[in-house]
């Protein structure tokens, strides 16, 4: 079952397992000794035995990916991996760019917006889904302009990948 209690599809089983992995050693790393209990997810952004805490997963084919927060520290967080190889065509960009971006390539740009998009999301302000162009990036920070949040993003490269962070603070 996924987050939002629905089935696996069978090509993202493999990644959805890996993004639990990387929960379970992110709590593991805060002193936490988890059971499979304690990954189960409430929405996409809580812990049900951790509500103290806000999340973020990602996966691709390879690898999984999270970022485990606290609350009294962060308001929401995001993360996004993406193989180094995935091309982000021109369509793509256009369709989730805002005029005043930061300019970033492709699939740093696309792993920003889709981390900063998360941490947005996982704010639990929104009812419907928001638009990714309503997100401006700049170089270190983005704004979200119909709700005026705002939060800072890192995007790098680990191994093979394209990792993104976001976060809101308190």
Not at 70 to 81: A, E, L, M, Q
Not at 109 to 132: G, V
């Amino acid at each position: 079952m996924d987050a939002a209690g629905g089935a696996i599809h069978e090509k993202r089983k493999n990644g959805f397992m890996l993004s639990r992995e990387a929960l379970q050693i992110c709590l593991e790393e805060l002193g936490q000794k988890p059971s499979i209990r304690d990954l189960t997810l409430l929405n996409f952004s809580t812990l049900k035995n951790h509500p103290e805490m806000t999340i973020s997963l990602s996966h691709n084919p390879l690898y999984g990916a999270a970022l485990v927060a606290d609350r009294k520290i962060y308001r929401s967080v995001g993360i996004d991996i993406e193989l180094k190889n995935r091309n982000v065509g021109p369509a793509i960009k256009a369709k989730i760019s805002h005029p005043k971006d930061f300019p970033l390539p492709g699939l740093q740009f696309w792993c920003a917006k889709e981390a900063t998009y998360k941490a947005l999301m996982n704010t639990s302000e929104f009812s419907h889904t928001q638009n990714f162009s309503d997100i401006v990036l700049s170089e270190k920070s983005w704004f979200h302009i119909p709700s005026k949040i705002e939060g800072q993003y890192e995007v790098k490269t680990v191994e093979d990948n394209v990792l993104a962070l976001a976060w809101i603070k308190i």
